[in-house]
């Protein structure tokens, strides 16, 4: 069993196949759970707290050991530089101890980032049962769900200064990848090579598809600030309705 974790070669599914749409529907459905229902995430804080904590340390364990498992623990691919990466380990530490400075950041990585990677599985080529299927949907679950979650509980309210700081500092990120994309021959934020989906398939080449990249994570930021406003206000509306 323990062979076949690590080293089967099968197939992933295809995009947005039935398996595909399931998982998605299942992970969206957990995390706009919380959206809908925020008295569930209040009443059982604790044990989602733990569970998500528990998920991304495995998910951690089963990544890195795939790479040790096939001496591919390198800078070029192993180092925790991909912005869901990145991310994953931001929800870690804030379900340890809430920070709202650095949740600016990943409040809008943590969803973008995950929903984007859900739609588009890069597990290299490699379905279940391999560790990579397994930690990939495990850890992008984790990061969307963990960070809707963390929103909820701490009645996170994202504004205009805080989307404008995460332009800054999504803007500093890309910057510093590409030169350690340079630096490395590494494909961090897939800054060199776009990532495996067929919605890029047209694209640019490097490095012309940068700025799309770019231009198009932070509209989908916008996007993200806009549509929560447009949920707290209509929760905001019903509440009042039902008191008058």
Not at 15 to 34: C, K, P, R, T
Not at 98 to 127: C, E, M, Q, R, V
Request: net charge positive.
């Amino acid at each position: 069993m323990i062979h076949s974790m690590y080293y089967s070669e099968a197939p992933t599914f295809a995009i947005l196949s039935i398996e595909h749409l399931s998982l998605l529907l299942l992970i969206f459905l957990l995390a706009g759970l919380f959206v809908i229902r925020p008295q569930i995430a209040f009443r059982y804080e604790k044990t989602i707290r733990v569970s998500l904590i528990v998920t991304i340390i495995i998910q951690q364990f089963l990544l890195y050991s795939w790479y040790i498992a096939h001496n591919a623990f390198g800078p070029v691919d192993a180092l925790p530089l991909y912005p869901c990466r990145i991310n994953t380990l931001f929800v870690l530490f804030l379900l340890f101890k809430w920070n709202t400075k650095l949740f600016h950041f990943t409040f809008y990585w943590g969803i973008i980032g995950a929903f984007l990677a859900l739609l588009s599985p890069d597990t290299n080529g490699l379905g279940f049962p391999n560790v990579m299927f397994i930690q990939f949907f495990l850890g992008h679950a984790a990061l969307l769900i963990g960070t809707v979650f963390l929103a909820v509980i701490h009645d996170y309210k994202p504004n205009q200064a805080h989307l404008f700081k995460t332009y800054q500092y999504s803007a500093i990120y890309f910057l510093s990848i590409l030169f350690i994309n340079e630096w490395l021959g590494s494909n961090y934020a897939y800054l060199r090579t776009a990532p495996p989906t067929p919605f890029l398939s047209n694209i640019p080449a490097y490095p012309y598809h940068v700025p799309i990249l770019v231009i198009m994570m932070f509209s989908l930021f916008f996007l993200v600030n806009l549509l929560y406003k447009v949920v707290q206000k209509t929760k905001m509306m019903n509440k009042l309705f039902r008191e008058i």
